[in-house]
């Protein structure tokens, strides 16, 4: 079984810098790509980024320049540092973690953390 924990969610004037954290336990795997998504009400779940184990990196366009997905493969870690946040990256920030070994073996998410910004 594998387990996400995310911690860093709060409230934050527009601006500002929040860091998310997700540590995975259990069957991870070596090869495997973590990563964030955030999803409002009304709204389907969307990527914000994600990084593979072999330290590749993808942002949504609407991230790109603000937030950065770093690694720590050592701890089974993701981060998420946001800065200059706008009110409309407000939304519930799930881990997600995407397993690979003979083909893909499966994916997990945590809990979410919500992260609001205000005006």
Not at 38 to 52: D, I, S, Y
């Amino acid at each position: 079984q594998v387990q996400l924990v995310e911690s860093g969610g709060g409230l934050v004037q527009a601006g500002g810098s929040l860091r998310l954290s997700c540590v995975a336990s259990g069957s991870v795997f070596r090869f495997n790509v973590m990563g964030w998504y955030r999803q409002v009400p009304g709204k389907q779940r969307e990527l914000v980024a994600t990084a593979t184990s072999g330290g590749s990196t993808n942002y949504a366009d609407s991230v790109k320049g603000r937030f950065t997905i770093s690694r720590d493969n050592a701890k089974n870690t993701v981060y998420l540092q946001m800065n200059s946040l706008k009110p409309e990256d407000t939304a519930v920030y799930y881990c997600n973690l995407e397993r690979y070994g003979l083909g893909h073996l499966g994916a997990n998410w945590g809990q979410g953390t919500q992260v609001t910004v205000s005006s």
